[in-house]
């Protein structure tokens, strides 16, 4: 075969290669139909408008434009990258039901870096289930029911009790208080108001700030260096309380296995050190942070509605009458059950304060629904508190109305406060109980008024600038127990 021969037949492949080239990946990748939205600045694309503090019982001026320009789905850059946000609550369930197949959690890198690489918010596939099924035991339901309720009980009562007629005080901070010793004392065994339990907490407000700070930069000074820092902090201390275990251990002590989450890890588990102290780091943060801005909200809300508040005082004055006729002193999960009005007041406070405002996903696989295209490897933010403040979903959605909660109005498709699928909150049950035993022994033994017009704000955590400020009155005759 000649040169000229050879040149001509290895040019005609090279022209086929990129003609086939062009028609398959023309054919594979059709032109996407993204929803509509726009992607902002380079690299930081609509982030800063997308963080800013916004008053908590509404979406916030950057999401309510954009739905009215864009619609309920809208493509946007945020966190540094390209992303799909999510309004619509049917988008939402199916996001949330898909975990793991078209869809799977994706937090910013900022949050791996506070929480650790084995928390369970950033954790994925088979050792997100596995980390799961072990907070999950320790959350059980059954142990709820068993032991939980007496303790949250104990807990509550050692806050309220410390409460002076005609003081004033921060209800954010009681609140953090009461979920913070609570956790604190589940998961170590630390008991409250020790000083050891005090520096922790300390530490927590820290960690806090620097999880949800905008640039996750280790600089001198940043919120997120600080958050390391308290990181550091709290793991040696949490480290120490494993090796005090470990000693014992050598000393011939049997660990009582369920004495605490530590133990139960410990003695049941092939965990490493470094998963132990990641899961006990971040059940005890997940686990305080969000129940006490919810309790926090339901002091905000009651003064507002007086109705609801004689309401809730004559469920609860039956309940403890019908106590005192059997001598029973301590609240039971019976108890719990029949607080009927209690949880559409729970209901309505997670609906309107919206303690989780979105979650973050990444799409797995190119999704379509209802025609727009999602594509593979892009964030998703499902936004669950847009279905909780929606009209067309919720009548009258700004007002506190417990009331919506009656009948077979108790379940609604629409309401996902602790999210949903295979993440759904560990802790959902456990949290219900905590407030619902704080409104318990509030309503029974005070009035309060808040002060200072305090209202939550999201940042994009919710939080009271002012701690929520609130004057107390002993309400009752019935004693708490010192
Ligand atoms: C009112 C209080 C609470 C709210 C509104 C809330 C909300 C949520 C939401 C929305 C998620 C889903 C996150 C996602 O899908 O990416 C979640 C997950 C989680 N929550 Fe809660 N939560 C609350 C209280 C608690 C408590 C008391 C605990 C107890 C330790 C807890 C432990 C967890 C854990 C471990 C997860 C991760 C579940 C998983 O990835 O499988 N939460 N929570």
Not at 397 to 416: E, I, L, T, V
């Amino acid at each position: 075969m000649s040169d000229s021969h050879l040149t001509f037949c290895f040019l005609s492949s090279i022209l086929a290669l990129i003609v086939i080239t062009f028609i398959f990946t023309k054919r594979k990748k059709p032109s996407l139909n993204l929803p509509p939205g726009q992607m902002g600045w380079p690299l930081l694309g609509e982030t800063i408008g997308y963080l800013k503090t916004y008053q908590a019982l509404t979406l916030g001026e950057f999401m309510e434009k954009h739905i009215a320009r864009y619609g309920t789905i809208y493509k946007s850059n945020l966190f540094g990258e390209p992303a799909i946000v999510s309004t619509d609550a049917g988008l939402n369930r199916f996001i949330m039901q898909n975990e793991g197949k078209l869809f799977e959690a994706s937090y910013p890198k900022s949050l791996g870096g506070v929480l650790g690489k084995w928390s369970m918010l950033v954790l994925v596939g088979d050792m997100h289930r596995d980390m799961r099924n072990i907070s999950l035991n320790f959350l059980s339901y059954a142990k709820i029911r068993t032991h939980l309720v007496k303790d949250v009980d104990k807990h509550v009562l050692h806050v309220l009790s410390s409460w002076k007629h005609n003081s004033t005080l921060s209800a954010q901070g009681e609140a953090r208080r009461f979920t913070f010793n609570f956790m604190a004392k589940h998961i170590m065994s630390l008991d409250p108001g020790k000083l050891e339990t005090e520096q922790l907490k300390t530490e927590y407000v820290s960690f806090m700030k620097g999880i949800v700070s905008l640039a996750p930069v280790n600089l001198p000074g940043t919120a997120y260096r600080k958050a390391l820092k308290s990181r550091s902090t709290i793991l040696k201390f949490i480290e120490a309380k494993m090796e005090e275990r470990a000693k014992r251990v050598q000393n011939g002590d049997a660990l009582e296995e369920d004495h605490d989450l530590l133990n139960w890890v410990l003695t049941h588990t092939n965990l490493s050190n470094e998963q132990i102290l990641d899961l006990v780091l971040s059940l005890l943060f997940g686990g305080h942070e969000t129940s006490s801005i919810a309790i926090a909200l339901v002091i905000y809300f009651l003064p507002s509605c007086p109705r609801a508040m004689q309401q809730l005082r004559e469920e609860h004055v039956e309940i403890v009458t019908s106590k005192k006729k059997t001598g029973e002193v301590e609240l039971t999960w019976d108890d719990y059950k029949k607080m009927e009005f209690t949880h559409c007041v729970l209901n309505e406070t997670l609906r309107l304060g919206n303690v989780v405002r979105y979650i973050h996903r990444k799409a797995l696989k190119d999704v379509r629904y209802k025609g727009y295209d999602i594509p593979c490897g892009w964030k998703v933010l499902p936004v669950i508190s847009a279905a909780h403040l929606d009209p067309e979903l919720f009548d009258q959605p700004n007002q506190f109305n417990p009331w919506r909660w009656q009948g077979n109005n108790s379940k609604s498709d629409n309401f996902m406060p602790f999210g949903g699928g295979s993440r759904l909150c560990a802790g959902s049950e456990l949290a219900k109980v905590e407030m619902a035993v704080f409104i318990h022994h509030l309503i029974l033994n005070y009035n309060w008024e808040v002060l200072d017009g305090d209202e939550p704000f999201v940042y994009p955590y919710v939080d009271f600038p002012k701690g929520l400020p609130i004057k107390v009155q002993s309400y009752s005759s019935i004693k708490l127990p010192n």
